[in-house]
């Protein structure tokens, strides 16, 4: 016993470097799925069929596949057919961000559907364009009504960052493998990993359910009940 | 009520169909400078549509709508800076959920005008007070009473300096002792001299505001002059069901104003 916790307490220092390298690579997938998934929702829902149409193809594209397959693919691939010369970590929060994207995008295009059409009809009578609307009237309301969405989103692509492991960038699991091979000590090591994820899991969804909290505005969500 | 003979609002033989339902078969009115018509008819008679054709949130097949001697319909101009012009008030208000009441009313001063924020903040209290509601600036539409939404909803629309308002039924969503206050507004704004149409089912509001009277059925305009004519001396018999008919249903609200 003693023993075990001695080999986790030499090998914390060096899991949580990998763990600061899962926190990067998910924090950068989310904000690439972001960046890119909001206005793909817009295209979707405002769009013409076009915009629609290509949109919808590379969300089937992307949600059709295992990760697993859209890393090797992008990495061994596309990325060394065009010679791009990535390196794990980006190539990883280019695959996942990608991917999250297709899913992001449907989060907010549900919340975007189900707002009143009443919303834009009032917007564009005042003579906003229906850009203009679609940014500052439809998707202020609909991203909050993705915040649930989202956070659920952060909890799956945290726990598929594990299998990066497959194209050696050195996350937590990475790192495990290593040491577990090493010291012959697999079980407390990857108790040890799992911990971390649950730790990363837990924290994150807590941290998303404060800012809901904050950016949460009268007759939105569950406050919505307590009012009519 | 302070006419003067410059129109405002020409709607020429406006048509609309959805699918081969007729929903307007040329409707022609028009609207003098501070001049308030009222539009009533029975339900799917086409008001809405009517209302919606005039600022081209529907577009009409056939017809032309002119704002100030400028043709809104086939115009090469964009349809927002005549939008902007044609304020719309809504029977279920739409005031942005997400925004107070301040934020709703200046919104579109900040990003339809592009004016500066505190020139837009200042003039949204201004058109606050002026629905009575500067008390309210900072609740959200979820905590204001129904009567107290469409107040907002006239105050944003009354910020973009419309030259003409068009009301779709604004007090059939509002429990009944909600009505008067916003009828209120809405006589406040016929007096300062705003060129209105307003459809609507309130017949004492009519009687009191109205230059003229509109009544429109099956897609047409049937009959239309000075309240006292139509409501005592219609010259069709089928307003005069529809007005014996509507002060049943109504008859008790609209006689108390
Ligand atoms: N987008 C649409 N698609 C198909 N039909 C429509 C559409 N909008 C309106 N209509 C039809 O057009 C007709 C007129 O509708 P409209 O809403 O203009 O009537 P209204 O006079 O405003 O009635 P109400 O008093 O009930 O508001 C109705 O038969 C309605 O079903
Ligand atoms: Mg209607």
Redesign the interface.
């Known amino acids: 016993m003693a023993e075990n916790l001695l080999s986790i307490y030499e090998a914390l220092p060096y899991l949580l470097r990998g763990s600061l390298v899962t926190i990067g690579l998910v924090g950068g997938a989310l904000a690439l799925g972001l960046t890119l998934g909001i206005p793909m929702a817009i295209g979707q829902v405002y769009g013409n069929k076009y915009s629609a149409g290509l949109i919808s193809f590379y969300v089937w594209f992307f949600r059709g596949l295992p990760v697993l397959v859209l890393l090797f693919l992008f990495y061994f691939g596309l990325f060394t057919v065009l010679s791009l010369d990535l390196s794990a970590f980006t190539a990883g929060i280019l695959v996942l961000g990608l991917r999250s994207a297709a899913y992001q995008s449907q989060i907010f295009r549900g919340a975007m559907q189900s707002i009143?059409e009443?919303?834009m009809?009032?917007?564009?009578?005042?003579?906003?364009?229906k850009a203009?609307a679609a940014w500052?009237?439809i998707l202020?309301?609909a991203l909050?009504i993705s915040l649930p969405g989202w956070s659920n989103e952060y909890s799956i692509i945290l726990k598929d960052s594990a299998v990066t492991y497959a194209i050696g960038l050195t996350e937590i699991m990475t790192r495990g493998k290593f040491i577990a091979t090493r010291t012959f000590k697999p079980m407390p090591i990857f108790l040890t990993c799992a911990l971390i994820f649950l730790i990363l899991t837990y924290g994150g969804v807590k941290l998303l359910n404060l800012l809901e909290k904050k950016v949460r505005?009268?007759?939105?969500g569950t406050?919505?009940e307590g009012?009519y | 009520m302070q006419k003067d003979n410059t129109i405002v609002l020409r709607v020429e033989d406006i048509y609309k169909n959805y699918g081969n339902v007729e929903v307007l078969k040329g409707v022609s009115f028009e609207i003098k400078k501070g001049e308030t018509k009222v539009i009533i008819g029975p339900s799917g008679s086409g008001k809405s549509t009517l209302l919606r054709c005039i600022?081209q949130?529907t577009i009409p097949d056939k017809g032309r709508i002119w704002l100030e001697n400028q043709e809104v319909t086939h115009t090469k101009k964009n349809i927002?800076?005549?939008?902007?012009k044609?304020?719309?008030v809504?029977q279920?208000f739409?005031?942005?959920?997400?925004l107070n009441a301040l934020r709703n009313v200046e919104?579109?001063l900040i990003?339809?005008r592009g004016m500066g924020k505190d020139e837009a903040r200042q003039k949204a209290i201004e058109e606050l007070k002026q629905v009575g509601l500067e008390e309210q600036a900072n609740?959200?539409?979820?905590?204001l009473s129904g009567g107290q939404k469409q107040r907002v909803?006239i105050a944003?629309?009354l910020a973009?300096d419309p030259s003409v308002i068009l009301f779709d039924e604004p007090t059939s969503a509002l429990d009944p002792e909600l009505i008067g206050e916003v009828l209120e507004v809405i006589k406040k704004l016929a007096l300062n001299g705003m060129t209105m149409a307003v459809v609507t089912h309130e017949m004492g509001f009519a009687r009191s505001v109205a230059n003229e009277v509109i009544f429109m059925e099956d897609g047409k305009i049937i009959d239309q002059g000075s309240p006292r004519k139509l409501f005592t001396n219609p010259e069709h018999a089928r307003t005069r069901k529809f007005l014996s008919k509507i002060t049943e249903l109504y008859g008790r609200s609209a006689e108390k104003k």
């Open positions: 009143g009443g919303q009809l009032a917007a564009r009578s005042l003579g906003m364009s203009k500052h009237i202020p309301q909050r505005i009268p007759g939105y406050e919505r009012i | 600022n949130l927002n800076q005549f939008r902007q044609i304020g719309m809504f279920d739409n005031l942005f959920d997400h919104i579109g990003k339809v609740l959200y539409p979820a905590q909803s944003r629309t973009m």
